[in-house]
């Protein structure tokens, strides 16, 4: 009878035990490392290397470097172009020839296949100031490539050789890229031809001051890699890789990769074109930060804050005002400053969009044609003599007076009131200087000394409210507690 009773027992036990580890490993799932090696297999033959050279005129002694010394030029020899010993197929390096042009290896980098004609996708700083481009594929087949267009502000060539069914990479859509999927970048890193190297997805749309938003990734990505593939587990393209974040020169962990879709937008035009052409209103943009947002009148930061008009513009020309908030731009959302040059350079010149604004605590819509030529960028002058009639010091601690005409027309406003000191008030503790103009408080454009002396007697003591001040070209929003 125990015997029975145990058995039965320990079987509850083992059942129990069971579910315990069904449950545990349903929330716990296994996360296995994928193998790379099938699909590197295929991709490899696709991805080429760039090595572009130039003309140039070498005078060269004993095979230094004048006027450096020789442990500082060994470096450059090493690692711009000339063969590191023990490395094959390193770039060969022109000899001195008594100052005769002859064609010098300038950098290598790579490129892959979108087209088995012979189209190939890379960076511009790759091949930018070549005076001849090769392209040499897997088979050690090495041709002369033609540019047919690259754009230096996205840092996107095309180039072409004469061939035909070459393998091809597949592009994949990176608006789908997930932060934490695994990624392999293939390329030629300090000349190494056909290198692997994987790693994570580890942001989305990271904003560096450039033109595009970056995949960031933590892909071991060198000097040479530069135009080659990011790669997703299916072997679809899902950027070109292009910078690194370094304190070195050399892989730190942090890598970027231009998202192949908007890399395509740019390689179509260039191929057809020649050239990227770009939408442009003339705006100059500032930063949104929440103490702006909130004194506003916005609840949270977003849109781009306008912090100059280019006189004569299309912005200009459609209404848009120093100090507004764009909100959107032809039916697109602009959560941040950055996002509004991509939008409007993707808009064809010609087009005439409708943008909204934040101005004075409601928005509007604007009507604006996109142009396409260069911003023309607004002199620096140096602040005139203000008019004499002043006032004392106000509740925000400044003194101010009517600005002169000149002045007017040279910040490019109607009115406001000039900074002429600075005394103790939260506007002087806040970075202004003599010679600004301040041109709206809230909602109130200031037409005046004694308009703006009213104003601010009359301000909510414990309430933000943002200051708009004029300097040189630029608008900037102040918030400040007159208390």
């Known amino acids: 009878m125990m015997k029975k ?35 590197v297999e295929r991709a490899s033959p696709a991805v080429v290397n760039i090595r ?28 711009f172009g000339v063969p590191i010993p ?40 790759v091949v930018e100031g070549a005076t001849t481009i090769y392209v040499t594929l897997t088979d ?10 690259m754009d230096k502000r996205t840092d996107v060539a095309v180039v072409k050789i004469e061939a035909r ?38 942001a989305k749309s990271r904003d560096t001051g450039d033109y595009l938003p970056f995949i960031q990734t933590d892909v071991a990505v060198n000097p040479g890699n530069s135009g080659g593939p990011l790669l997703n587990t299916a072997g679809q393209v899902i950027g070109i890789n292009s910078q690194i974040f370094s304190r ?39 930063d949104m930060t929440k103490e702006v947002a909130e004194s506003l009148g916005l609840g949270k930061p977003r849109g781009a804050y306008v912090r100059n008009v280019e006189p004569g513009g299309p912005a200009a020309a459609g209404g848009i005002e120093s100090g507004d908030v764009i909100l959107s731009f032809n039916g697109r959302e602009i959560p941040k400053s950055t996002d509004l040059p991509r ?45 004499p009639n002043s006032s004392g010091v106000t509740v925000l601690g400044v003194t101010v007076s009517e600005p002169s ?46 308009q703006f002396e009213a104003l601010v007697k009359g301000l909510d003591a414990n309430k933000a409210v943002p200051v708009f001040v004029r300097r040189s070209d630029s608008t900037l929003v102040i918030p400040v507690r007159p208390k």
């Open 405 to 450: 005409d000149a002045k007017k027309k040279d910040l490019n406003i109607k009115g406001g009131v000039e900074i002429t000191g600075l005394g103790d008030g939260p506007l002087a503790k806040s970075g202004v200087r003599p010679g600004d103009v301040i041109i709206r408080v809230g909602d109130a454009d200031i037409t005046g000394v004694k």
């Open 86 to 125: 023990g490395i094959p197929n390193g770039p060969k390096s022109a000899q001195p020839n008594n100052g005769k042009p002859q064609e010098a290896d300038r950098g290598v980098g790579s490129g892959f296949i979108i087209e088995s004609n012979g189209l190939i996708l890379t960076n511009a700083h």
């Open 52 to 79: 572009t050279t130039e003309k140039v005129v070498i005078q060269q002694a004993q095979g230094g470097i004048p006027g450096m010394p020789e442990d500082q030029a060994e470096f450059f020899r090493r690692f």
């Open 343 to 387: 939008v409007v350079g993707e808009t064809k010149p010609g087009t005439t969009a409708t943008v909204q604004v934040w101005r004075k605590g409601g928005t509007r819509d604007l009507s604006v044609t996109v142009a396409d030529t260069e911003a023309t960028q607004a002199t620096n002058k140096k602040p005139d003599v203000p008019a």
């Open 165 to 202: 069914d070459l393998p091809r990479l597949a592009l994949g859509d990176s608006s789908k890229v997930r932060v934490g999927e695994w990624v392999l970048a293939i390329g030629s890193p300090f000349g190494l031809e056909n290198t692997v190297t994987a790693g994570i997805v580890s």
């Open 248 to 286: 070195s020169g050399g892989y730190m962990g942090i890598s970027f990769a231009i998202p192949i879709d908007e890399a395509m937008r740019v390689a179509d035009q260039l191929r057809t074109n020649g050239k990227m052409t770009r939408g442009r209103i003339g705006v100059a943009l500032g």
């Open 5 to 39: 009773y145990l058995i039965a027992l320990m079987a509850i036990f083992s059942l129990g035990q069971t579910a315990f580890i069904s449950t545990a490993s349903a929330q716990n799932p296994r996360v296995t490392i994928p193998d790379f090696a099938d699909l």
């Open 140 to 149: 050690k087949r090495e041709f002369k490539a033609k540019l047919l267009g």
